[in-house]
């Protein structure tokens, strides 16, 4: 860790800090303005689909409570906040005039967090995608990627003069894969074949919106990954595992070409009609930043006989391997040094484009415990070891030569973690979801210390 001499650990001048949350997990007023059904209304409504029947129709009420929300972002010192835009509130069909009622919450939400010195990070799908236009395919549907670029283009339109970073998609893989393959997310499909076919069709939105912003003139562009190191002795279980999660979106955007093992695989599910000539250099628009949402590595090893992960098209023969060190309460190992290595490899392979950790947190079981002043305290002393490790992690990769301009915690609230409902704790701040009332945890106070000295403290 670079140290100063007073010797703590500092991060570059311009580092941006801050935290990440997205529509559907916090927003709630799912009726609110004119906002039309999403994906996730659907799936949440339906039972069986998310533990114990939560659904997202209140969530945090951050609908109602975003200026409370911003001046909590503001007491704790961020730089930056990256939300995301619930298409439904623009396009309640996914098409057509712009809903201007619910760009008006967009509009309110930028000029609160300006107002207050944080920079805004938009990010245009996070998942919700107007169950009108799932009704006609969805992702599946090519025209899904057309109909995402008109409404990036109304967005920006709207917002455009106070948004400097718009980032198109978050997690693609996770749309996909887990939307369409394995369906334990919205809308709940179950076919391979629809996992690649909606893959290739977030990535040709992704490239359609990236162009049409760039013309726009939108300052700096992104896109957002859930990228991780995979692990394991086997080279070529761990190239296929890497080939599907990372290259598979990685390639196509700052490449132009796709994997060859993700070729292999997706021609013997459903095969490969639905890439057409001219898409690849579409997709491969110039962008500015890579998002990377990091928590944990995957590991693999060979196994004759094992079926295919669903969650993973084409792995028969691998084994994903359970973690044996610690976790956190999603299950997911704590290895905050394959962070690094995931960072200096993106800085390698993919050296003009900037990262910046869009996303990285980890949930714990977090409860209030009484103290003198009768608010009540959060003591997460896990979640702040976490954060340290991987933020010592993410010093450890600028000093060896990543590009890594900014660090965003998930999540600012506790919020609803999908198929997990409100049971998964990923906050910094602590939502109690009887009352709303929200309370900084522990890891809240020791981020904005981290943010006042730009760096860890000691070595
Ligand atoms: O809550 C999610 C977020 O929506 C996307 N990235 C991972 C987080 C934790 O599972």
């Not at 690849?280 to 890579?290: G, K, R, S």
């Not at 702040?384 to 915690?409: C, E, K, S, T």
């Amino acid at each position: 860790m670079m140290s100063s001499p007073d010797g703590f650990g500092r991060f570059p001048d311009d580092f941006v800090w801050g935290t990440a949350t997205a529509s559907y997990q916090i927003e709630g007023a799912v009726s609110a303005a004119g906002r039309g059904a999403s994906i996730w209304d659907t799936f949440s409504h339906t039972p069986g689909k998310v533990a114990d029947g939560h659904t997202g129709d209140v969530a945090c009420d951050h609908y109602h409570r975003y200026a409370e929300d911003v001046r909590l972002m503001a007491d704790l010192g961020l730089k930056a906040y990256r939300f995301s835009i619930a298409w439904p509130r623009i396009q309640p069909t996914g098409a057509g005039p712009v809903n201007a009622e619910g760009l008006g919450f967009y509009d309110r939400l930028v000029d609160e967090l300006l107002g207050r010195g944080i920079a805004p990070y938009a990010t245009l799908y996070h998942w919700d995608l107007p169950q009108a236009l799932e009704d006609l395919g969805g992702w599946t549907e090519r025209d899904t990627a057309f109909r995402f670029a008109d409404y990036a283009l109304a967005v920006h339109d709207r917002l455009g003069d106070r948004i400097r970073t718009w980032t198109t998609l978050n997690e693609p893989w996770v749309s996909a894969f887990l939307g369409y393959c394995s369906g334990v997310h919205a809308p709940g499909r179950r076919s391979p074949a629809a996992g690649f076919r909606a893959a290739h069709h977030l990535l040709l939105g992704h490239g359609l919106a990236a162009s049409a912003l760039r013309s726009a003139g939108a300052a700096e562009l992104a896109l957002t990954l859930n990228l991780g190191t995979i692990l394991g002795e086997d080279e070529e279980a761990v190239a296929r595992v890497d080939a599907l999660l990372n290259r598979q979106f990685l390639d196509p955007a700052l490449r132009g070409r796709y994997p060859e093992e993700v070729l292999e695989i997706a021609a013997g599910h459903g095969g490969l009609d639905h890439i057409r000539d001219g898409d690849l250099a579409v997709i491969n628009q110039p962008i500015d930043l890579l998002g990377v949402n990091y928590y944990c590595p995957t590991t693999v090893s060979r196994s004759p006989g094992e079926p295919a992960n669903p969650d993973y098209p084409g792995t028969e023969d691998i084994r994903f391997v359970p973690p044996t060190g610690p976790v956190t309460s999603m299950g997911w190992p704590i290895e905050p040094a394959s962070l690094e290595t995931l960072l200096v490899r993106l800085s390698r392979d993919y050296p003009e484009v900037g990262l910046l950790i869009t996303e990285n947190g980890a949930a714990f079981e977090d409860g209030v415990t009484d103290d003198e002043t009768g608010a009540g305290r959060v003591h997460d002393p896990e979640r702040i070891a976490f954060l340290d490790g991987h933020l010592r992690a993410a010093h450890a990769a600028i000093a060896a030569g990543a590009d890594l301009r900014g660090y965003l915690v998930w999540s600012l609230l506790d919020n609803f973690e999908w198929a997990y409902g409100y049971h998964k704790r990923f906050g910094i701040v602590y939502v109690d979801f009887s009352t709303q009332r929200r309370l900084p945890k522990d890891s809240a106070l020791w981020y904005r210390e981290v943010i006042q000295r730009n760096g860890l403290q000691g070595e």
